[in-house]
């Protein structure tokens, strides 16, 4: 079955970019069936959605986010990946990747990433 | 968008007894709601999609109802693995939004 790994670095500096990669396993991220989605959590709070992207390229944000937030794919490593700009301590936060099935709801997830935002 | 609200933030509830957890949407989301399990340090696993469908694998005192605005999530009777967080979210409308979660404690 599908397998997602988040990796990327654990600390940023406030202003400057996130970016974290997701490998995916067990299946293609080409497969038509599967939209894959990055959500995050910052510390002991809710869930928040960041974006999805398709195989294909297209992508979907979250309006919140939209003006800071790039997602893409790689369909040759099996990867996608976010990238978020000028962060801030707002953006500490574990962030998870995960399967979206058919813009709907998510499942499976990795296991998560905690990226805390400091000088 | 979409503002899901759940209640109770916490839920003090015996092993054994059956625990019920409400999410409620600001506007219908027909039947398209998921539920999630959250355990310390792990990542949110599906429960329910649906409304009311069991994810492959989720044992059957959990179980999923409602459509509209009100849902419920309950589980018949808490086994000792069943104390998590859960977490409602909508996919009928867009972006896709969740609930603040339910915690389901040991009484």
């Known amino acids: 079955q599908l397998q997602l790994q988040e990796s990327g670095p654990g600390l940023v500096k406030p202003s400057e970019t996130l970016s974290l990669t997701c490998t995916v396993s067990?299946?293609?991220?080409?497969?038509?069936?599967?939209?894959w989605g990055w959500i995050r959590q910052p510390p002991g709070k809710g869930l928040e959605w960041i974006g999805s992207?398709?195989?294909?390229?297209?992508?979907y944000y979250n309006p919140s986010l939209k003006s800071r937030v790039t997602i893409s794919v790689d369909t040759s490593k099996n990867q996608f990946s976010l990238k978020l700009s000028s962060v801030t301590a707002a953006d500490t936060a574990v962030y998870y990747c995960?399967?979206?099935?058919?813009?709907?709801?998510?499942?499976?997830w990795g296991q998560g990433t905690l990226v805390t935002v400091s000088s | 968008e979409i503002v899901m609200t759940q209640s109770p933030a916490t839920l003090s509830v015996s092993p054994g007894e059956r625990a019920t957890l409400s999410c409620r949407a600001s506007?219908?989301?027909?039947?398209?709601l998921a539920w999630y399990q959250q355990k310390p340090g792990q990542a949110p696993r599906l429960l329910i999609y649906?409304?009311?469908t069991r994810a492959t694998g989720i044992p059957a005192r959990f179980s999923g109802s409602g459509s509209g605005t009100e849902f419920t999530l309950t589980i018949s009777s808490l086994q000792s693995e069943d104390f998590a967080v859960y977490y409602c979210?909508?996919?009928?409308?867009?972006?896709?939004?969740f609930g603040g979660g339910t915690k389901v404690e040991i009484k």
């Open positions: 979210q909508q996919y009928n409308n867009w972006p896709p939004t």
């Open positions: 995960a399967v979206r099935i058919s813009l709907r709801w998510f499942d499976p």
């Open positions: 506007q219908s989301v027909s039947s398209n």
């Open positions: 649906g409304a009311s």
């Open positions: 067990g299946g293609s991220i080409s497969s038509s069936s599967y939209y």
């Open positions: 992207i398709y195989y294909s390229g297209s992508t």
